[in-house]
């Protein structure tokens, strides 16, 4: 998705990219270096689950972190209420923090 992007949008690329998840951000990474695209230089890079693949390549990502075993509790509690017949809607909202590394400073 990424080498298509810089196909697309040649010198027009946006100086960010959120991408959905750190396997994907690592592709999009490897795309830009490909291209001669230097990371944070030109373009900052910023990923979403924070896993360990985000410092295990260079510049490591920038990611936004989530509790994901939080998240994890919760969709279950969601479900075994559901299943105990409960049909009520519940808005679940859980924190996140950046945690900033090499890709975006």
Do not use: C, H, W
């Amino acid at each position: 998705m990424m080498q298509k992007a810089i196909r697309k949008l040649g010198d027009q690329l946006p100086g960010a990219f959120f991408v959905a998840n750190d396997p994907m951000a690592a592709g999009a990474l490897k795309a830009l270096q490909a291209s001669g695209i230097q990371v944070p230089e030109r373009v900052k890079l910023f990923s979403f689950n924070n896993t360990s693949l985000a410092t295990f390549v260079y510049p490591e990502l920038s990611a936004v972190n989530v509790d994901t075993e939080l998240m994890g509790a919760t969709a279950v509690n969601l479900v075994i209420s559901r299943l105990a017949g409960r049909t009520t809607t519940q808005r679940v909202e859980l924190g996140t923090n950046l945690v900033e590394r090499a890709s975006s400073k």
